[in-house]
């Protein structure tokens, strides 16, 4: 059973930094490319970024170009994103997700939100 665990949310100042983990298990972790969405307030869900098998390619969708960085430890079967320069407009809660057995399993997400 696919089991995606997100931590690490919380509440920061604007211009502030926070670090998401998802911890994985149930499938083999180093066999899929793992991702990051949000979904704020009112908002559909919108991509974040997303990394390759081995971590050599990452890919970031426009609101985190330059400020977020994904990253994985598949010995441990976690992804993380660092969060920095952090604005009012990146709250969220914020899933991580991999797409196998035909479907796209996400976890509970964590809530980020970023006072001005």
């Known amino acids: 059973q696919v089991q995606l665990v997100e931590s690490g949310g919380g509440l920061v100042q604007s211009g502030g930094s926070l670090r998401l983990s998802c911890a994985a298990s149930g499938f083999p972790f180093a066999n899929y490319p793992m991702s990051w969405d949000r979904q704020a307030p009112g908002k559909e869900r919108e991509l974040v970024a997303t990394?390759?098998?081995?971590?050599?390619?990452?890919n970031y969708e426009e609101p985190a170009k330059g400020r977020f960085t994904i990253s994985r430890d598949n010995d441990k079967q976690i992804v993380y994103l660092q969060m920095d320069s952090l604005t009012p407009e990146d709250t969220a809660i914020y899933y991580c997700?991999?797409?196998?057995?035909?479907?796209?399993?996400w976890g509970q997400g964590t809530q980020v939100t970023v006072s001005s």
């Open positions: 997700y991999v797409r196998n057995y035909g479907r796209v399993n």
């Open positions: 990394i390759s098998v081995g971590g050599g390619v990452k």
